[in-house]
């Protein structure tokens, strides 16, 4: 249920019903838009018994919530979320493009690389200190070293860090580096690590599992939104279908999809989304054309010697910087800014 407040509500009458949901037992999660403050009843509203929350001072009105998301879906909040984080507003005009290596591989590597595409235009590095390989003698990531090597890029060039974290014990650690912690696709439902980095006051980049429904990764989202994180950026990595010629099937539909469930921004990952470096120009220019709030990109400056099997992906610097120049038309054309 959502609690609208009137438009003229002061601050005491919604802190007032807050305590009185509170009161019973049940979480409020406060929302607050250009026109409403909403309240987020989470919890068994059998508990509110008979307290007139309808008829309270500062209440406009109750409503249900029929979507099994509550927080994530726009009943709750019709505006878009737009998360501020290192000079970035992702989810407003501007595309947030968010660009680098699969793996962070020494101080050298993530350094050149970022130089490279902050030259091109994007505002974060990306790049994984721990890496979840499908193989357990695969390359691991570096791990601690990568973090530290991951802070000296972002040191050389102002560039946000997004990279991913994988258990509950180290948010702490990654958080101590990182400005948005990835979860990657196998670890949408680790239901631990949302509830931790829904507790960890950093933004969240949330990929959908390679075989979930939207339904399945809003119901994601929810579980770090009702530990009281309300910056969760989705991104749109592919899904596994019958289809082998890619990696994945990028199901761009989610695009608009989201923006029609969700405030919540999306981003696209047209890398994992194709895993063939000739598909990714194409593919990101048609998440910006349906409205992706954001890209997340593979580049690098060597990718025959990748210490993962991403860099059949990764974008060499000058394609990079070619897209990006390529995209600025239809960024203008559906009203973005790049
Ligand atoms: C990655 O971004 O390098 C990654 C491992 O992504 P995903 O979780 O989508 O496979
Ligand atoms: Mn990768």
């Given at each position: 249920?959502?609690?609208?407040?009137?438009?003229?509500?002061?601050?005491?009458?919604?802190?007032?019903?807050?305590?009185?949901?509170?009161?019973?037992?049940?979480?409020?999660?406060?929302?607050?838009?250009?026109?409403?403050?909403?309240?987020?009843?989470?919890?068994?509203?059998?508990?509110?018994?008979?307290?007139?929350?309808?008829?309270?001072?500062?209440?406009?009105?109750?409503?249900?919530?029929?979507?099994?998301?509550?927080?994530?879906?726009?009943?709750?909040?019709?505006?878009?979320?737009?998360?501020?984080?290192?000079?970035?507003?992702?989810?407003?005009?501007?595309?947030?493009?968010?660009?680098?290596?699969?793996?962070?591989?020494?101080?050298?590597?993530?350094?050149?690389?970022?130089?490279?595409?902050?030259?091109?235009?994007?505002?974060?590095?990306?790049?994984?200190?721990?890496?979840?390989?499908?193989?357990?003698?695969?390359?691991?990531?570096?791990?601690?070293?990568?973090?530290?090597?991951?802070?000296?890029?972002?040191?050389?060039?102002?560039?946000?860090?997004?990279?991913?974290?994988?258990?509950?014990?180290?948010?702490?650690?990654?958080g101590?580096?990182?400005?948005?912690?990835?979860?990657?696709?196998?670890?949408?439902?680790?239901?631990?690590?949302?509830?931790?980095v829904g507790q960890a006051g950093k933004p969240v980049?949330?990929?959908?599992?390679?075989?979930?429904?939207?339904?399945?990764?809003?119901?994601?989202?929810?579980?770090?939104?009702?530990e009281g994180n309300?910056d969760?950026?989705?991104?749109?990595?592919?899904?596994?279908?019958?289809?082998?010629?890619?990696?994945?099937?990028?199901?761009?539909?989610?695009?608009?999809?989201?923006?029609?469930?969700?405030?919540?921004?999306?981003?696209?990952?047209?890398?994992?989304?194709?895993?063939?470096?000739?598909?990714?120009?194409?593919?990101?220019?048609?998440?910006?054309?349906?409205?992706?709030?954001?890209?997340?990109?593979?580049?690098?400056?060597?990718?025959?010697?990748?210490?993962?099997?991403?860099?059949?992906?990764?974008?060499?610097?000058?394609?990079?910087?070619?897209?990006?120049?390529?995209?600025?038309?239809?960024?203008?054309?559906?009203?973005?800014?790049?």
């Amino acid at each position: 249920m959502v609690i609208v407040t009137k438009r003229e509500a002061t601050q005491e009458q919604v802190e007032a019903v807050v305590k009185r949901i509170e009161g019973v037992g049940l979480k409020a999660q406060v929302s607050t838009g250009e026109q409403h403050t909403v309240i987020g009843v989470i919890g068994d509203k059998t508990l509110l018994g008979d307290i007139p929350i309808d008829s309270m001072s500062g209440v406009e009105r109750t409503m249900p919530i029929t979507a099994p998301f509550k927080l994530a879906s726009r009943q709750f909040r019709e505006e878009p979320t737009v998360i501020a984080v290192n000079g970035t507003k992702i989810g407003g005009k501007q595309l947030a493009v968010m660009a680098g290596p699969c793996a962070v591989e020494s101080a050298e590597q993530i350094v050149t690389i970022a130089q490279h595409v902050k030259k091109a235009g994007a505002q974060f590095i990306r790049g994984g200190a721990f890496k979840p390989r499908t193989g357990p003698y695969s390359f691991q990531g570096y791990g601690i070293d990568g973090l530290k090597m991951l802070m000296a890029a972002k040191e050389e060039t102002g560039l946000g860090i997004v990279t991913e974290v994988m258990t509950p014990h180290e948010v702490e650690l990654v958080g101590e580096y990182t400005d948005i912690f990835q979860l990657g696709t196998r670890n949408m439902t680790n239901f631990y690590l949302l509830r931790e980095v829904g507790q960890a006051g950093k933004p969240v980049i949330l990929k959908r599992g390679m075989a979930s429904t939207i339904e399945e990764w809003l119901l994601a989202a929810e579980y770090i939104l009702a530990e009281g994180n309300p910056d969760v950026i989705l991104c749109e990595r592919g899904i596994r279908t019958f289809e082998t010629h890619t990696r994945n099937t990028l199901d761009l539909n989610a695009v608009p999809v989201i923006h029609e469930l969700s405030h919540l921004p999306i981003v696209v990952d047209p890398s994992h989304g194709t895993g063939i470096r000739s598909l990714v120009s194409d593919m990101t220019k048609a998440s910006v054309a349906a409205g992706a709030d954001g890209l997340l990109l593979e580049v690098h400056h060597d990718p025959d010697h990748s210490m993962t099997g991403d860099g059949a992906q990764s974008l060499f610097p000058t394609q990079f910087e070619t897209l990006m120049r390529e995209l600025k038309p239809i960024a203008i054309a559906v009203g973005r800014e790049i």
